[in-house]
Nanobody, 125 residues
Framework: EVQLVESGGGLVQAGGSLRLSCAAS????????IGWFRQVPGKEREGVSC????????YYAASVTGRFTISRDSAKNTVYLQMNSLKPEDTAVYFC??????????????????WGQGTQVIVSS
């Protein structure tokens, strides 16, 4: 069974940090690009960051560049999103997703086949 399980969300004050984790199982993790997305009610899902299957390619949305860092650990089948200098506008449900490397990669949700259930991040001002 394919599973992506996010963890690490929570409530934090503006300027604080959180590290999200995405634990993958049930598929060949090293063959998949992994993306982080976020969504707030009434808005479309936004691509935040993604990392290539090999780990040597990364993407960040302009709104998080310089504050967020994505990484992956093949030994643990896990992708991390380190979020620093958090702002109230980062408040959202954060999802991780997986796309087979040959599908292409980037911040488009339609590229991704597998999705986690999401973890809530709330940044208070």
């Amino acid at each position: 069974e394919v599973q992506l399980v996010e963890s690490g969300g929570g409530l934090v004050q503006a300027g604080g940090s959180l590290r999200l984790s995405c634990a993958a199982s049930g598929f060949a993790f090293d063959d998949y690009n992994i993306g982080w997305f976020r969504q707030v009610p009434g808005k479309e899902r936004e691509g935040v960051s993604c990392i290539s299957s090999t780990g040597d390619g990364t993407y960040y949305a302009a709104s998080v560049t310089g504050r967020f860092t994505i990484s992956r650990d093949s030994a643990k089948n896990t992708v991390y999103l380190q979020m620093n200098s958090l702002k109230p506008e980062d408040t959202a449900v954060y999802f991780c997703a997986a796309a087979l490397w040959s599908t292409g990669w980037g911040p488009l949700p339609s590229l991704y086949s597998y999705w986690g259930q999401g973890t809530q991040v709330i940044v208070s001002s």
